[in-house]
């Protein structure tokens, strides 16, 4: 099947305007996750805190029965936190967060101590 030059130039042009136009629309529900974990100050200041953390390579690994019985890294504790806050439990995600952030702090704690550290030996 073969069209004429000028038929064939019109039909890509309007392909090609409404391809450029169109844009992927977000199920209702994908928009809504978004703008929850976002919207999560915990979440936000637990990514903060583990970031510092991460850049003084001093980042916990944490006990959490929530998720298993063994010590997990505090990278994977916000991950199961931003599952949750996906999930519509906002309680939960903002305790993980806050458990995040405040391991993080002390471990940027404990990182900034022993940069100073000397050794001591008694007399």
């Known amino acids: 099947m073969s069209f004429p030059p000028k038929l064939a130039l019109y039909l890509f042009s309007i392909m090609l305007v409404t391809g450029c136009t169109s844009k992927p629309e977000l199920a209702e529900e994908e928009s809504t996750k978004v703008v929850q974990i976002t919207d999560n100050e915990d979440i936000l200041q637990a990514e903060t805190d583990l970031e510092q953390a991460r850049q003084r390579h ?42 995040v952030s405040r391991f993080a702090r002390l471990g940027l704690e404990q990182a900034l101590r022993q940069q100073q550290a000397r050794p001591f030996y008694p007399q």
């Not at 029965?65 to 906002?90: R, V």
């Open 58 to 99: 001093s980042e916990w690994m944490v006990r959490e029965p929530a998720l298993k019985h063994e010590p997990l890294p505090l990278g994977s504790i916000l991950e199961y936190a931003k599952e949750k806050q996906a999930a519509g439990d906002t309680l939960e995600a903002s305790r993980l967060a806050k458990k």
